[in-house]
C-alpha cells in the first residue's frame, strides 16, 4: 500500500525523526494538544495521498529547460573564473583556487539540499497549511545560514593546510583573508539562493511543475555564477586593502561569524530544523573536505601553464554531473518517503548493488536514469559550442578534445547515478533522511570526479599533441 512516511500513525511516539521529510502533523510552534487531536481525526479522514504520475516525455521536457538554465549558469561560472584567474588577488593567492570547489559545492550541500527537503514536502503535502510552510521555510532558511557560515570557515582553514602547509610557507595576512572572502562569500550567496529557491518551490507548487525535477538545477543554475561573481568581488576588494588597511579582513570576518548564534537561536524554533542543527553536519562537512580535495587538483593543475585551458570548464563538468545527479537522488527519496517506511526498502533494492540496477527495470526512477544518462552528450555539446561562441577559454574544439572531454564527462555521470542508487537506500534503510544527506556526498564527489577526469583527460591531451593552451588569450 502506498502511504507516506510522516503520517503520525508510522511516527508512533516520536515527535521527530530524520526520515520525516520535514514538519510532521502536529508539532508547529505554538500549537495544542487539541490541535493536534483534530488533525489526527483529519487525517484518517483524508484518503492517502498517491504519487504523481508522469510519463518519461514529460518527466524529460520538465527536467531539460532548467537543465539547460543550470548548464548555462556554470558555462558563465567558467568564464568568470576564466577571467579572474589573471587578478591580482588570484594570481599572488592561489590558494583562493581550493575554496572554488569547496564554495561552489555548498550550492550541493545547502541549496540543492534545501531544495530536496522542500520538494519532498512539497510531494507529501506538508506544504498545504500556509503556517505550516512558512514555519519550514523559515526555519530552513535559517539552518542553512549557520552551515553556510561554519563551512565557509572550514573551507578556507581546509584552504590554508591544504595550499601551504606541503610548501612549508604560511602568511597571516593571506590565512585572514582567506576565512574573510570565504565566510562572507558563503554567507551571501546562501542567503541570495535561498530567496531564489523557496520562489521556485513554491511557484513549482502553483503551476503544478513536480518539483523534484526542477528545484535542484535551478539552485545550482544561479548557484555558481552567484557565488564565483561574489567571491572573486570581495578577495579582490580584500587585496588590495592587504597593505593599506590590514585590519579590514578581520573585521569582515568577526562580523559575520558574529551573526552564527542568531540564526541558530532563530532555527531552533522549528522542529524540522533543530534536528538537522544538531545532526545535519556530518555530510556538509565531509562533503567540503571531499571538494577541497578537488580544489587541491585545481589549484596545482592551473599552476602547470600547459593545462591553463582547464579552468573554463570545470564549473561545467562538476556543475553538471552534480546537477543531474541531485535530480536522481531527489526523485529516489521522493518515491522512498512515498512507498517505504524508513528502515525498509523496496525489493528491487534488496540484496547486493550491480550498475545495471540503475539503469534498467519497471520503475520511474530507473527511466529517470536512463533520461539524465541522455541529457550528458547533447548537453555538454551545447555548452562547449557556447563557449567557443563566446570566445572563451584556451582550447580549440578539435575532434580529438570534444571525444575526450564527452568521454570523461559521461564516465563521471554514469558513476554519480550508480553511486547515487546504492547511497541514498543504504542511508534509508539506516534510518537517515536521503534528502539531508545523500546530496552533500553526492555532489562534493561530482566535483571531485569532474576535476579529476578533466585534469586526466587535459594531461592525456597534452601527451598526445593536442596542444594549443594559448587560444583566448
Same mark, same amino acid.
Given at each position: 500500500?502506498?502511504?507516506?512516511?510522516?503520517?503520525l500513525?508510522?511516527?508512533?511516539d516520536?515527535?521527530?525523526?530524520?526520515t520525516?521529510?520535514m514538519?510532521?502533523?502536529?508539532?508547529l510552534?505554538?500549537?495544542?494538544?487539541?490541535?493536534?487531536?483534530?488533525?489526527?481525526?483529519?487525517s484518517q479522514?483524508?484518503p492517502t495521498r498517491?504519487?504523481?504520475?508522469?510519463?518519461?516525455?514529460?518527466?524529460?521536457l520538465?527536467i531539460?529547460v532548467?537543465?539547460?538554465?543550470?548548464?548555462? @549558469?556554470?558555462?558563465?561560472? &567558467?568564464?568568470?573564473? =576564466?577571467? !579572474?584567474?589573471?587578478?591580482?588577488?588570484f594570481k599572488?593567492?592561489?590558494e /583562493?583556487?581550493?575554496?572554488?570547489?569547496?564554495?561552489l559545492?555548498?550550492?550541493?550541500?545547502?541549496e540543492?539540499?534545501?531544495?530536496?527537503?522542500?520538494s519532498?514536502a512539497?510531494n507529501?503535502g506538508k506544504m498545504?497549511?500556509?503556517?505550516?510552510?512558512w514555519n519550514l521555510?523559515?526555519g530552513?532558511?535559517a539552518?542553512k545560514q549557520?552551515?553556510?557560515?561554519?563551512?565557509?570557515?572550514?573551507?578556507?582553514?581546509a584552504a590554508v593546510v591544504l595550499?601551504?602547509?606541503p610548501?612549508?610557507?604560511?602568511?597571516?595576512?593571506h590565512?585572514?583573508l582567506?576565512?574573510?572572502?570565504?565566510?562572507?562569500?558563503?554567507?551571501?550567496?546562501?542567503?541570495?539562493?535561498g530567496f531564489?529557491?523557496?520562489g521556485?518551490?513554491? @511557484?513549482s507548487?502553483?503551476? &503544478?511543475?513536480n518539483? =523534484?525535477n !526542477?528545484?535542484?538545477p535551478?539552485a545550482?543554475?544561479?548557484?555558481?555564477l /552567484?557565488?564565483?561573481?561574489?567571491?572573486?568581488w570581495?578577495s579582490?576588494g580584500?587585496?588590495?586593502c592587504?597593505?593599506?588597511?590590514?585590519y579590514v579582513s578581520?573585521?569582515?570576518?568577526a562580523?559575520?561569524l558574529?551573526?552564527?548564534p542568531v540564526w541558530?537561536?532563530?532555527?531552533s524554533?522549528h522542529?524540522?530544523?533543530?534536528?538537522?542543527?544538531y545532526s545535519g553536519?556530518?555530510?556538509?562537512?565531509?562533503?567540503?573536505?571531499?571538494?577541497?580535495?578537488?580544489?587541491?587538483?585545481?589549484d596545482?593543475?592551473?599552476?602547470d601553464?600547459?593545462?591553463?585551458?582547464i579552468?573554463?570548464?570545470t564549473?561545467v563538468?562538476n556543475?553538471?554531473?552534480?546537477?543531474?545527479?541531485?535530480i536522481?537522488?531527489?526523485?529516489?527519496?521522493?518515491?522512498l518517503?512515498f512507498?517505504?517506511a524508513?528502515?525498509?526498502?523496496p525489493?528491487e533494492?534488496k540484496?547486493?548493488?550491480?550498475p545495471?540496477?540503475?539503469?534498467y527495470?519497471?520503475?520511474a526512477?530507473?527511466r529517470?536514469?536512463?533520461?539524465?544518462?541522455?541529457l550528458?552528450l547533447p548537453?555538454?555539446?551545447?555548452?562547449?559550442?557556447?563557449?567557443?561562441l563566446m570566445?572563451?577559454?584556451?582550447t580549440?574544439?578539435?575532434p580529438?578534445?570534444?571525444?575526450v572531454?564527452?568521454a570523461?564527462?559521461?564516465?563521471?555521470?554514469?558513476?554519480?547515478l550508480c553511486?547515487?542508487d546504492?547511497m541514498?537506500?543504504?542511508?534509508?534503510?539506516s534510518?537517515?533522511?536521503?534528502?539531508?544527506?545523500?546530496?552533500?556526498?553526492?555532489?562534493?564527489?561530482g566535483?571531485?570526479?569532474?576535476?579529476?577526469?578533466?585534469?586526466?583527460?587535459?594531461?592525456f591531451?597534452?601527451?598526445i599533441g593536442?596542444?594549443?593552451s594559448?587560444?583566448?588569450?
Amino acid at each position: 500500500v502506498s502511504r507516506t512516511s510522516v503520517s503520525l500513525s508510522d511516527g508512533g511516539d516520536v515527535r521527530y525523526s530524520e526520515t520525516e521529510p520535514m514538519l510532521p502533523e502536529g508539532t508547529l510552534s505554538g500549537e495544542e494538544g487539541d490541535a493536534e487531536e483534530k488533525e489526527e481525526e483529519e487525517s484518517q479522514r483524508t484518503p492517502t495521498r498517491n504519487m504523481p504520475k508522469e510519463s518519461p516525455l514529460a518527466m524529460a521536457l520538465q527536467i531539460v529547460v532548467p537543465f539547460l538554465l543550470a548548464g548555462f @549558469g556554470t558555462v558563465s561560472a &567558467g568564464m568568470v573564473l =576564466d577571467i !579572474v584567474q589573471h587578478w591580482d588577488a588570484f594570481k599572488y593567492i592561489t590558494e /583562493i583556487f581550493i575554496l572554488v570547489p569547496a564554495l561552489l559545492g555548498l550550492k550541493g550541500n545547502l541549496e540543492m539540499t534545501l531544495a530536496s527537503r522542500l520538494s519532498t514536502a512539497v510531494n507529501v503535502g506538508k506544504m498545504d497549511s500556509p503556517i505550516e510552510k512558512w514555519n519550514l521555510i523559515i526555519g530552513n532558511l535559517a539552518l542553512k545560514q549557520v552551515q553556510a557560515t561554519v563551512v565557509g570557515f572550514l573551507a578556507a582553514v581546509a584552504a590554508v593546510v591544504l595550499g601551504w602547509i606541503p610548501e612549508g610557507k604560511f602568511q597571516m595576512s593571506h590565512a585572514v583573508l582567506l576565512c574573510s572572502a570565504s565566510v562572507a562569500t558563503a554567507f551571501i550567496a546562501s542567503m541570495l539562493q535561498g530567496f531564489i529557491m523557496v520562489g521556485v518551490i513554491v @511557484g513549482s507548487k502553483k503551476t &503544478g511543475i513536480n518539483p =523534484d525535477n !526542477v528545484a535542484t538545477p535551478i539552485a545550482a543554475s544561479f548557484g555558481d555564477l /552567484i557565488t564565483l561573481a561574489i567571491l572573486a568581488w570581495i578577495s579582490q576588494g580584500l587585496y588590495n586593502c592587504l597593505d593599506s588597511h590590514p585590519y579590514v579582513s578581520s573585521l569582515v570576518c568577526a562580523f559575520f561569524l558574529s551573526l552564527t548564534p542568531v540564526w541558530m537561536v532563530i532555527s531552533s524554533k522549528h522542529p524540522a530544523s533543530r534536528t538537522l542543527l544538531y545532526s545535519g553536519w556530518e555530510p556538509v562537512i565531509t562533503a567540503m573536505v571531499i571538494s577541497s580535495i578537488g580544489g587541491l587538483i585545481l589549484d596545482k593543475t592551473v599552476s602547470d601553464p600547459n593545462l591553463a585551458g582547464i579552468v573554463v570548464y570545470t564549473p561545467v563538468i562538476n556543475g553538471i554531473g552534480g546537477n543531474l545527479v541531485a535530480i536522481q537522488s531527489s526523485r529516489i527519496s521522493t518515491h522512498l518517503h512515498f512507498h517505504s517506511a524508513p528502515g525498509e526498502v523496496p525489493e528491487e533494492a534488496k540484496g547486493c548493488y550491480y550498475p545495471c540496477r540503475t539503469f534498467y527495470g519497471t520503475g520511474a526512477n530507473h527511466r529517470s536514469a536512463q533520461v539524465l544518462l541522455l541529457l550528458v552528450l547533447p548537453g555538454h555539446l551545447i555548452f562547449l559550442y557556447t563557449i567557443h561562441l563566446m570566445k572563451s577559454g584556451h582550447t580549440t574544439l578539435t575532434p580529438i578534445f570534444m571525444t575526450v572531454y564527452l568521454a570523461a564527462a559521461l564516465l563521471q555521470v554514469f558513476l554519480l547515478l550508480c553511486i547515487a542508487d546504492w547511497m541514498v537506500y543504504s542511508m534509508w534503510r539506516s534510518g537517515k533522511d536521503p534528502d539531508s544527506f545523500s546530496i552533500p556526498y553526492l555532489t562534493a564527489l561530482g566535483d571531485l570526479l569532474g576535476t579529476a577526469l578533466l585534469a586526466l583527460s587535459f594531461q592525456f591531451l597534452w601527451y598526445i599533441g593536442d596542444q594549443d593552451s594559448d587560444v583566448g588569450d
